[in-house]
């Protein structure tokens, strides 16, 4: 067991509440930023590359047919294989929320994907559901169960917004327990079926629960209706028989108190749980070890770190699991101003002392002199993951000077975005203004609303593969544009119509009419 303190010295305000660590192919990855920060990923994920006690994050890519992964916070996150003993190369994403604050209910696919080099690309789909399908929540949980040959996710808990009808202005942001209902979702077909079982009389968030083979374990939670967190142990027991599947509940003793605990895995039955609090005011600084067989579950005391004076008299931490009994949490310093760069962080190691130095499995002899990424990305999402092969490290000597590239710069002759007086425009802007990439030439950034680009044209520009010229440029795309052969149009005179237009039939007068008229 180990405590040390490392420092971010890159982006440390991606590492904020609500973060999620992905561990893929010995590498391990942060995903959910808080906003959109500066110098941010438009992926929203990062390489975590550990050395020397310093963590450096480094930008990450997805293949071409990748789905729009937006940056989730909260979500709930596991293992697509659901065996601690296989590698671990998908990931389950489910819900969670937004930059713009809003809760999701989709359900993405994560996936590594092997390349030549020595970079890991991702592939994103997102799985629709039917049916029953869970409202957009966060706070929650999900796992993968196995039985009979068939695989299904077992998604429960959280929390979510009032019901439309009972908010208004003053308790829109107001959240609630979501219904203790258990979602079963067979991954292969993406049908949801939601089961309310009689032992579940409650909500419960930010809950620990732990699978193996067709068992799930829930453990702890907080109940915000009543403000409290229960010392509750359940196990959902879920069979899956050619027909409708079957799944029941037992409330088992020697439960814990507790919430927004992580766990981390030892092997492949041993568990580890640590941090959270035992109340508002109190956080839980005691480790438990959990052993799981295939129909038991044991827990007992663990001995715990030797916690520094900043980690006791602390109120708030969080943090996530690393895989392989490592976890990475931080907490607020001393720092009166409370921006996000006054965080301390620091990695406990309950397995091999090697574990931390997996982070750092990517050389990176060749990426320090490398450029810096490019400011406003968040609306440049691309799929030519070759934009980024060689530009995917961070440059120091550039973090102070924003006056030649990046938000601030006058990006057409009527640009009047300024430093001083800029406001939010689009509801995805929290402290910078938006930016979209003009592909005219070499390509530079313009402000979006500068160009008069609508939110839902921002948005739709952002999530596909297309170019974009801005106002100064789009007659030179116009020229660009080759032209569709079309055949001439046949047309024909005014002579020649008059020509072919039948002549009147004159019928002749006789004489003895006209004699007639004029007596």
Same mark, same amino acid.
């Given at each position: 067991?180990?405590?040390?303190?490392?420092?971010?010295?890159?982006?440390?305000?991606?590492?904020?509440?609500?973060?999620?660590?992905?561990?893929?192919?010995?590498?391990?990855?942060?995903?959910?930023?808080?906003?959109?920060?500066?110098?941010?990923?438009?992926?929203?994920?990062?390489?975590?590359?550990?050395?020397?006690?310093?963590?450096?994050?480094?930008?990450?890519?997805?293949?071409?047919?990748?789905?729009?992964?937006?940056?989730?916070?909260?979500?709930?996150?596991?293992?697509?294989?659901?065996?601690?003993?296989?590698?671990?190369?998908? +990931?389950?994403?489910?819900?969670?929320?937004?930059?713009?604050?809003?809760?999701?209910?989709?359900?993405?696919?994560?996936?590594?994907?092997?390349?030549?080099?020595?970079?890991?690309?991702?592939?994103?789909?997102?799985?629709?559901?039917?049916?029953?399908?869970?409202?957009?929540?966060?706070?929650?949980?999900?796992?993968?169960?196995?039985?009979?040959?068939?695989?299904?996710?077992?998604?429960?808990?959280?929390?979510?917004?009032?019901?439309?009808?009972?908010?208004?202005?003053?308790?829109?942001?107001?959240?609630?327990?979501?219904?203790?209902?258990?979602?079963?979702?067979?991954?292969?077909?993406?049908?949801?079926?939601?089961?309310?079982?009689?032992?579940?009389?409650?909500?419960?968030?930010?809950?620990?629960?732990?699978?193996?083979?067709?068992?799930?374990?829930?453990?702890?939670?907080?109940?915000?209706?009543?403000?409290?967190?229960?010392?509750?142990? +359940?196990?959902?027991?879920?069979?899956?028989?050619?027909?409708?599947?079957?799944?029941?509940?037992?409330?088992?003793?020697?439960?814990?108190?507790?919430?927004?605990?992580?766990?981390?895995?030892?092997?492949?039955?041993?568990?580890?749980?640590?941090?959270?609090?035992?109340?508002?005011?109190?956080?839980?600084?005691?480790?438990?070890?959990?052993?799981?067989?295939?129909?038991?579950?044991?827990?007992?005391?663990?001995?715990?770190?030797?916690?520094?004076?900043?980690?006791?008299?602390?109120?708030?931490?969080?943090?996530?699991?690393?895989?392989?009994?490592?976890?990475?949490?931080?907490?607020?310093?001393?720092?009166?101003?409370?921006?996000?760069?006054?965080?301390?962080? +620091?990695?406990?190691?309950?397995?091999?002392?090697?574990?931390?130095?997996?982070?750092?499995?990517?050389?990176?002899?060749?990426?320090?002199?490398?450029?810096?990424?490019?400011?406003?990305?968040?609306?440049?999402?691309?799929?030519?993951?070759?934009?980024?092969?060689?530009?995917?490290?961070?440059?120091?000597?550039?973090?102070?000077?924003?006056?030649?590239?990046?938000?601030?710069?006058?990006?057409?002759?009527?640009?009047?975005?300024?430093?001083?007086?800029?406001?939010? +425009?689009?509801?995805?802007?929290?402290?910078?203004?938006?930016?979209?990439?003009?592909?005219?030439?070499?390509?530079?950034?313009?402000?979006?609303?500068?160009?008069?680009?609508?939110?839902?044209?921002?948005?739709?520009?952002?999530?596909?593969?297309?170019?974009?010229?801005?106002?100064?440029?789009?007659?030179?795309?116009?020229?660009?544009?080759?032209?569709?052969?079309?055949?001439?149009?046949?047309?024909?005179?005014?002579?020649?119509?008059?020509?072919?237009?039948?002549?009147?039939?004159?019928?002749?007068?006789?004489?003895?009419?006209?004699?007639?008229?004029?007596?």
């Amino acid at each position: 067991m180990s405590l040390q303190m490392i420092s971010v010295t890159n982006n440390s305000s991606l590492i904020q509440p609500g973060f999620s660590l992905l561990r893929i192919k010995e590498q391990v990855f942060l995903f959910g930023q808080k906003g959109w920060p500066k110098r941010s990923c438009p992926t929203g994920v990062f390489l975590l590359d550990l050395k020397n006690n310093e963590l450096k994050l480094r930008p990450t890519t997805f293949s071409n047919d990748s789905c729009y992964l937006p940056p989730l916070r909260y979500p709930a996150v596991c293992n697509l294989t659901g065996d601690a003993e296989v590698e671990n190369s998908q +990931y389950l994403i489910h819900g969670g929320k937004t930059p713009n604050n809003e809760l999701s209910n989709k359900m993405y696919v994560m996936s590594a994907i092997d390349r030549t080099n020595k970079k890991t690309t991702f592939c994103c789909t997102e799985k629709e559901l039917e049916g029953d399908i869970p409202v957009g929540r966060y706070g929650h949980s999900i796992n993968v169960v196995h039985s009979r040959g068939k695989t299904m996710c077992v998604i429960f808990g959280g929390r979510s917004y009032m019901p439309q009808g009972q908010r208004n202005s003053e308790n829109w942001n107001s959240v609630e327990d979501c219904q203790p209902h258990v979602f079963l979702v067979d991954l292969e077909f993406g049908c949801s079926n939601s089961y309310a079982l009689p032992q579940l009389q409650s909500g419960f968030s930010f809950h620990v629960s732990l699978a193996r083979n067709n068992t799930v374990y829930i453990l702890g939670g907080h109940c915000l209706k009543s403000n409290c967190r229960p010392p509750t142990l +359940y196990k959902l027991k879920i069979d899956l028989p050619l027909g409708s599947p079957s799944i029941s509940c037992t409330l088992l003793p020697g439960g814990l108190s507790l919430s927004s605990a992580i766990v981390t895995p030892i092997g492949s039955k041993d568990f580890v749980i640590v941090g959270g609090y035992e109340s508002d005011t109190l956080k839980r600084m005691v480790c438990h070890a959990i052993t799981l067989e295939d129909d038991s579950i044991e827990i007992s005391r663990k001995d715990s770190p030797d916690w520094t004076a900043e980690i006791k008299h602390g109120k708030i931490w969080f943090g996530s699991n690393m895989g392989n009994g490592a976890v990475l949490f931080g907490l607020p310093g001393d720092n009166k101003q409370q921006t996000p760069d006054a965080n301390n962080f +620091y990695i406990l190691n309950f397995g091999e002392e090697k574990v931390t130095e997996d982070c750092n499995v990517v050389s990176t002899e060749d990426q320090e002199d490398s450029m810096p990424l490019e400011d406003s990305e968040e609306f440049y999402i691309t799929a030519d993951t070759s934009l980024y092969d060689d530009d995917d490290a961070y440059n120091s000597d550039d973090e102070e000077d924003e006056s030649e590239t990046g938000y601030w710069i006058t990006c057409s002759v009527g640009c009047d975005v300024d430093i001083n007086t800029w406001v939010p +425009y689009y509801s995805t802007e929290l402290n910078k203004p938006a930016m979209i990439f003009c592909s005219n030439g070499e390509g530079h950034w313009v402000h979006a609303q500068c160009m008069d680009l609508s939110e839902s044209m921002l948005l739709n520009l952002s999530k596909e593969n297309s170019k974009y010229f801005c106002n100064d440029h789009c007659r030179v795309a116009m020229d660009m544009q080759t032209p569709k052969k079309v055949p001439p149009v046949k047309t024909t005179s005014m002579k020649a119509l008059h020509r072919k237009a039948p002549s009147k039939v004159r019928t002749p007068i006789k004489k003895s009419f006209l004699r007639r008229l004029f007596q």
